[in-house]
């Protein structure tokens, strides 16, 4: 039996919104909403890193941390305006951190937590070239988007 076109589409518009809903976004580059309650815990940990960092002067609201096997490696915060460098956003900060208490530049196997939406461009390189396998964003512990591995040059 033939199906109408608009019968058709409704069927294809549910097909698709149950692709969608699948966990780890097994259809897209980009993963889902992470439900995971470790990646809830460090990124409350990034947001309170950002507000540690705004109180202590720097005007912007940015924390990141750097976690193996489920152990926080090292914690930054944007310090852009206490140092006057523009390279000090919190990203940077946590892996540079984080490559000195491991005592190397190779990150592989840490995921990189940050708050404050995706990372820039400058931040995810870094991730990237510190050879980061996993990066996870959040505004809040209410949405959390995990990106996957960091790409060269950002979205």
């Not at 000090?88 to 540079?96: D, G, K, L, S, T």
């Amino acid at each position: 039996m033939l199906m109408s076109a608009s019968s058709r589409r409704r069927f294809l518009q549910r097909l698709l919104q149950g692709f969608m809903l699948l966990p780890l976004g097994l259809f897209t580059t980009r993963r889902a909403i992470a439900t995971n309650t470790v990646d809830v815990r460090f990124i409350n940990r990034a947001l309170e890193l950002a507000r540690i960092g705004s109180a202590r002067g720097d005007g912007t609201h940015y924390g990141a941390l750097v976690v193996r096997a489920d152990v926080i490696v090292a914690e930054g915060w944007n310090r852009v305006h206490l140092r006057g460098d523009a390279t000090a956003h919190a990203e940077v900060e946590a892996i540079r951190e984080a490559a000195r208490v491991l005592g190397t530049r190779d990150l592989a196997g840490c995921t990189l937590y940050t708050n404050g939406g995706r990372p820039c461009r400058m931040c995810e390189g870094a991730a990237h070239f510190a050879d980061i396998d996993r990066l996870v964003y959040a505004t809040s512990a209410d949405a959390i988007t995990d990106a996957g591995r960091p790409q060269l040059g950002g979205c």
